[in-house]
């Protein structure tokens, strides 16, 4: 297994994009400290429900979905060894996971507005449509959850084209995960 980068951002994994075939999956950095990478897709693969039972992250069926599914379908077994566990709160430990909202806030305005795959549209996901000029820059880009809860519960608010995490109904998802910068850098490939 070799990991491609490229331009700052990481290519590891496979997920159908543009059409139903499996693409390298194009993940940038969110965090880099600790002697870990900390990364999240690109662009908005899928669209996923929450979870219709109004529960937590630790509880819903996107976590489910993620760390299940999505983990065994896009990376392969020697892809997997290289990504670590990560203690989230509550006590949740992921490999794969959705960002917390202070996570998102830590980059940039522009780095959180996000492409909607053309494969994630044809499963039901939304990307905004043209409002004319001035928001012309949102225009295919989505909402996408992250794992934070918003209070009062059951009340979405939305900040900079993510959602907390509060309501069941089908929103974007971009996933993230993180890898020991060492093993990253020795299984390297530049392209």
Same mark, same amino acid.
């Given at each position: 297994?070799?990991?491609?980068?490229?331009?700052?951002?990481?290519?590891?994994?496979?997920?159908?994009?543009?059409?139903?075939?499996?693409?390298?999956?194009?993940?940038?950095?969110?965090?880099?400290?600790? $002697? #870990?990478?900390?990364?999240?897709?690109?662009?908005? %693969?899928?669209?996923?429900?929450?979870?219709? *039972?109004? +529960?937590?992250? =630790?509880?819903?069926?996107?976590?489910?979905?993620?760390?299940?599914?999505?983990?065994?379908?896009?990376?392969?077994?020697?892809?997997?060894?290289?990504?670590?566990?990560?203690?989230?709160?509550? $006590? #949740?430990?992921?490999?794969?996971?959705?960002?917390? %909202?202070?996570?998102?806030?830590?980059?940039? *305005?522009? +780095?959180?507005? =996000?492409?909607?795959?053309?494969?994630?549209?044809?499963?039901?996901?939304?990307?905004?449509?043209?409002?004319?000029?001035?928001?012309?820059?949102?225009?295919?880009n989505g909402w996408y959850w992250t794992r934070t809860p918003h209070k009062p519960p059951y009340d979405p608010k939305r900040d900079n084209h993510v959602w907390y995490v509060s309501y069941s109904g089908g929103l974007e998802t971009r996933p993230v995960w993180g890898a020991d910068i060492g093993a990253v850098l020795m299984m390297r490939v530049r392209i």
């Amino acid at each position: 297994m070799e990991v491609k980068i490229t331009d700052g951002y990481v290519l590891l994994g496979e997920y159908p994009q543009t059409g139903t075939v499996k693409e390298p999956i194009k993940w940038r950095v969110l965090c880099n400290g600790g $002697g #870990v990478l900390t990364l999240i897709t690109d662009v908005i %693969l899928f669209n996923r429900d929450f979870d219709n *039972r109004y +529960s937590d992250y =630790r509880t819903s069926d996107v976590r489910k979905y993620i760390t299940e599914e999505f983990f065994q379908f896009a990376f392969s077994s020697e892809e997997q060894e290289l990504i670590l566990p990560t203690e989230l709160e509550d $006590g #949740v430990c992921d490999r794969v996971y959705l960002p917390s %909202l202070d996570e998102l806030k830590a980059i940039e *305005r522009d +780095s959180r507005i =996000r492409k909607v795959t053309p494969y994630a549209v044809s499963t039901k996901a939304s990307a905004y449509p043209y409002q004319g000029k001035k928001y012309r820059h949102l225009e295919g880009n989505g909402w996408y959850w992250t794992r934070t809860p918003h209070k009062p519960p059951y009340d979405p608010k939305r900040d900079n084209h993510v959602w907390y995490v509060s309501y069941s109904g089908g929103l974007e998802t971009r996933p993230v995960w993180g890898a020991d910068i060492g093993a990253v850098l020795m299984m390297r490939v530049r392209i």
